[in-house]
């Protein structure tokens, strides 16, 4: 298994959607082999086509907001006393997170096939906000699957969504979080994929689905080229980039324009949902060692019995707590370009307390794991290290769970 | 000798009917029950399909979704499931039966193991939900080393080049899903509109028996009976549920729906 260099690594996929051979595919029932088809067609038609990219270009820069800050964490990095610690604030796009990158393109192709209706999973309400508002903008009607847990625990999110003119449709199967929105679209897409389009929350599903997500939101990581070019004049010698990683999106969005360094200039981190500390149930498969396995029509390391039952996961962080991983991950964890480890439910919180202790930005619980990552191996970097965390989404939509575990003076109004 | 599921289909043809197929869940409502049921409609069933229940079903409707977590919930295991046919079969040698389900529990059992055990257990057919072709070759070819017929799916979706393909690489029985939908939704097009689609598949290779499946319940069954089989799965998984509800025996209750089933076909 290799990694190639000038071409993208959602291109490296073989004719039946496989990286290395080995993950991802398509393991759909019969009926989406069709729209699944007409998808891959669309997209690799429009993937090149010029007009299609200035389109695209157009909204992410007017709607979306494009670039995103990239910041200096100042007084953070001194109160560590390391490595020089930066922050990429994706949580500055229109909705608050990256998830909007690929509801917007999703939605650009739904609209270009005629399709009135767009359905979308979501955990930590993200995706499933940028749908219903990117949805809005392109005036289709849009259905959002989530969790019954996860509605109880992101309610700022699942207001925004009905705000937005989206129907929220709860999902009390299973461990009613992400893992079973994302069953639960892709059952409401079987049964009405004549009509409707669907978006995949993460670099996860079908392969069309990891190769669109990892598309849109790689404009993470070529805003940050500039950014790093704009600032040091060039890409940093040492260089290492911490991501939360849940199905992997806004991690591999934030690497992809790096992809081809060699790992010693720049380094990939993604940190993984541990779950609570005294728990076994954790949503880290690439860190634990779980077996290959499909879920959600794709080969990948996933949390699993060893009857091929999907495990149950537990995490603080909604948006991470899924059994699976996107294959795109799977693949860079076994070519070995990219690091990957856990951090707990509680190392996300002294993460969130630290960074909002000493600086402006208010990370939500996912990129709160990356932050605790961070700073820990900062410490031990010399000065001339550029760490850089993506702050991919703002903790707005965690002041009920914030408030439960740190206290009322950690949440803020807005 | 003459795979069961062949001989099946034959002795239908014969009684000049469409076979009667049934799903239900392995371990529904518990393992006994689950056997229990499979034994008293054996008589009124032409062939069993048998459900193995999967945590994260991408194409299964609430009914049998329900089936299938209860089953979970009461600890099935994929050897339990094997066993169950098995103790089916010392009794009932020649019933076909098929295992239906999600190639992730294949491929955990390691695909040779499973078939192995799907030979010394007396399964005559699967249907892996989530194997489509051409992804399903190389399984499918495995399979028919075993004697194990491979059920090709088919859909409204499906094109006609690769209806045409599919069926070229299929082994004797097919399975046509009525429309587009999960299993168990309703009937949103005409038994009429069904069956124009069935019989365009049926031409071009009429050899080849297809079943229509998806949405058939008591009241539709009548309407498709000139199809080569029918499988009913949802409304008997309901009727489980119903049973297990009004504290009533799944196993009677069971029974008496597949004898109407049946009258509806003959
Ligand atoms: C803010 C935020 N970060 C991260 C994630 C995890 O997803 P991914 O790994 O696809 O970026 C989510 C998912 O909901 C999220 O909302």
């Known amino acids: 298994m290799k990694l190639k260099k000038k071409i993208p690594l959602i291109d490296q996929v073989s004719k039946s959607g496989f990286w290395g051979n080995k993950f991802g595919g398509n393991f759909v029932p019969e009926t989406l082999k069709k729209p699944i088809e007409d998808l891959e067609i669309q997209f690799n038609k429009l993937k090149k086509d010029k007009k299609f990219i200035s389109e695209r270009n157009r909204y992410f820069k007017n709607w979306i907001g494009s670039p995103t800050r990239f910041i200096k964490l100042e007084k953070l990095t001194n109160h560590i006393g390391g490595a020089q610690i930066w922050s990429k604030v994706v949580s500055d796009a229109n909705g608050g997170a990256h998830k909007v990158y690929n509801a917007t393109v999703h939605c650009l192709l739904a609209k270009r096939s005629g399709k009135k209706i767009i359905c979308g999973d979501t955990g930590a309400g993200y995706a499933g906000k940028m749908l219903s508002m990117a949805a809005k903008k392109f005036g289709l009607k849009c259905k959002i699957f989530m969790g019954a847990k996860d509605i109880a625990r992101q309610q700022p999110n699942v207001k925004a969504i009905k705000k937005n003119g989206a129907e929220v449709i709860p999902v009390y199967s299973g461990s009613q979080t992400l893992v079973d929105a994302v069953s639960e679209c892709m059952r409401f897409w079987v049964a009405n994929c004549d009509t409707t389009a669907m978006c995949v929350g993460s670099t996860v599903g079908p392969a069309i689905f990891v190769r669109i997500c990892g598309w849109s939101t790689s404009q993470i990581s070529r805003e940050l080229k500039v950014q790093l070019i704009d600032e040091f004049g060039s890409v940093p010698k040492k260089l290492k980039l911490y991501n939360c990683v849940g199905g992997g999106s806004s991690s591999f969005g934030f690497w992809n324009e790096f992809m081809d360094y060699d790992k010693k200039q720049c380094e990939f981190i993604g940190v993984e949902a541990g779950g609570p500390a005294k728990s076994k149930k954790h949503a880290a498969p690439l860190t634990y060692g779980s077996k290959i396995g499909i879920l959600h029509g794709a080969a990948q390391y996933v949390n699993q019995d060893s009857d091929g039952q999907i495990e149950e996961t537990e995490s603080i962080s909604a948006g991470l707590d899924y059994p699976g991983v996107s294959p795109l991950h799977c693949f860079l964890k076994d070519t070995k370009r990219a690091r990957y480890t856990a951090a707990s439910d509680e190392e996300a919180l002294n993460a969130f307390k630290t960074v909002t202790k000493y600086e402006e930005l208010r990370p939500s619980l996912e990129p709160s794991h990356a932050f605790s990552v961070a700073i820990k191996e900062a410490k031990r970097l010399s000065k001339d290290t550029i760490v850089v965390v993506n702050s991919c989404g703002d903790a707005y939509k965690d002041r009920g769970i914030l408030e439960k575990r740190l206290g009322k003076k950690y949440v803020k109004s807005n | ?266």
Not at chain 2, 86 to 102: E, Q
Not at chain 2, 219 to 248: M, N
Not at chain 2, 257 to 266: E, Q
């Open chain 2, 1 to 266: 000798m003459l795979n069961p599921i062949s001989a099946a289909f034959k002795k239908a043809k014969q009684e000049n009917r469409a076979a009667l197929l049934t799903y239900t869940v392995a371990g529904d409502s518990s393992k006994k029950k689950s056997l229990e049921i499979l034994k008293s409609i054996s008589k009124d069933v032409d062939i069993l399909e048998v459900g193995v229940p999967h945590n994260t079903p991408v194409a299964d409707g609430s009914q049998i979704q329900t089936s299938a977590y209860r089953s979970i919930k009461n600890g099935i295991k994929m050897n339990d499931i094997f066993k169950i046919v098995k103790d089916f079969k010392k009794s009932n040698k020649y019933k076909p039966i098929i295992l239906m389900g999600y190639f992730n529990m294949i491929l955990q059992y390691g695909e040779n193991n499973f078939l192995n055990k799907c030979n010394s257990s007396g399964v005559n057919g699967l249907i892996v939900v989530d194997l489509p072709w051409p992804e399903n070759k190389n399984f499918a070819k495995k399979c028919k080393k075993k004697s194990i017929y491979f059920i090709q799916l088919l859909s409204p979706t499906t094109t006609k080049i690769r209806l045409k393909k599919i069926i070229k690489d299929s082994h004797p029985m097919n399975y046509f899903i009525s429309m587009l939908s999960t299993t168990g939704g309703k009937l949103k097009v005409s038994p009429n509109n069904i069956l124009k689609n069935y019989n365009k598949i049926k031409k071009i290779d009429p050899k080849k028996e297809i079943v229509i499946g998806f949405g058939i319940t008591e009241k539709t069954i009548g309407k498709l009976k000139s199809a080569d089989g029918l499988v009913v799965g949802s409304a008997i998984c309901k009727e489980i549920s119903k049973s297990l509800k009004y504290r009533q025996n799944p196993v009677t209750n069971v029974n008496k729906l597949v004898k109407k089933l049946k009258s509806k076909i003959l």
